[in-house]
T-cell receptor, first 115, second 110 residues
Framework: AQSVTQLGSHVSVSEGALVLLRCNYS??????LFWYVQYPNQGLQLLLK??????LVKGINGFEAEFKKSETSFHLTKPSAHMSDAAEYFC?????????????FGQGTILTVHP | NAGVTQTPKFRILKIGQSMTLQCAQD?????MYWYRQDPGMGLKLIYY???????DKGEVPNGYNVSRSTTEDFPLRLELAAPSQTSVYFC?????????FGSGTRLTVV
């Protein structure tokens, strides 16, 4: 069974600093990979996803993530944090075949941005 | 262009009551899912459906039931509400690798 681990349930950065949110997955075959953001009392918004092709994926709001097969990782980065980036971030995976698209989510990382 | 619509947005239930969380999508997606979100736990899959008339259990199905009589609708039924079902519930639909989530239903069981 696949699993997703997000290292660090809380990450705190200063405004303008690098944002790095870590995600590692466990799967026998590289899955489809996703990052979602959730603002307080709102639903999930897709930041970016990796399905095939270039392993560096660019998303919305200046975020990007790199798929590293050898490390089974899909870490999310942003060069310069904004106050508006404060939210909870979820990494999710689904196998490429035969799982009926069931997403498995990490436990989430709450990002705090200090002025 | 409504996407996935969930109703109600908020609900308070008493222990032992029943209710149905509604989910409707207008994108003609065959795949639909129900997740629950608890603090620090991420989202857990309750039930999913691959098309009208076909449903299956996810990771945490106990205490819930679903039906899928049409492509558009995928209601989630709680028969005997328990405090452990206090959570935020999200419905989603999928086409290929594209998922659309509803805005959620916040349920409190007291």
């Amino acid at each position: 069974a696949q699993s997703v681990t997000q290292l660090g349930s809380h990450v705190s950065v200063s405004e303008g600093a690098l944002v790095l949110l870590r995600c590692n997955y466990s799967s026998s075959v590289p899955p489809y990979l996703f990052w979602y953001v959730q603002y307080p009392n709102q639903g999930l918004q897709l930041l970016l996803k990796y399905t095939t092709g270039a392993t560096l994926v660019k998303g919305i709001n200046g975020f990007e993530a790199e798929f590293k097969k050898s490390e089974t990782s899909f870490h999310l980065t942003k060069p310069s944090a904004h106050m508006s980036d404060a939210a909870e971030y979820f990494c999710a995976v689904t196998p490429r075949r035969t799982s009926y698209g069931k997403l498995t989510f990490g436990q989430g990382t709450i990002l705090t941005v200090h002025p | 262009n409504a996407g996935v619509t969930q109703t109600p947005k908020f609900r308070i239930l008493k222990i032992g009551q029943s209710m149905t969380l509604q989910c409707a999508q207008d994108m003609n997606h065959n795949y639909m899912y129900w997740y629950r979100q608890d603090p620090g736990m991420g989202l857990k899959l309750i039930y999913y459906s691959v098309g009208a008339g076909i449903t299956d259990k996810g990771e945490v199905p106990n205490g819930y039931n679903v039906s899928r009589s049409t492509t558009e609708d995928f209601p989630l039924r709680l028969e005997l509400a328990a405090p452990s079902q206090t959570s935020v519930y999200f419905c989603a639909s999928r086409l290929d690798a594209g998922y659309t989530f509803g805005s959620g239903t916040r349920l409190t069981v007291v």
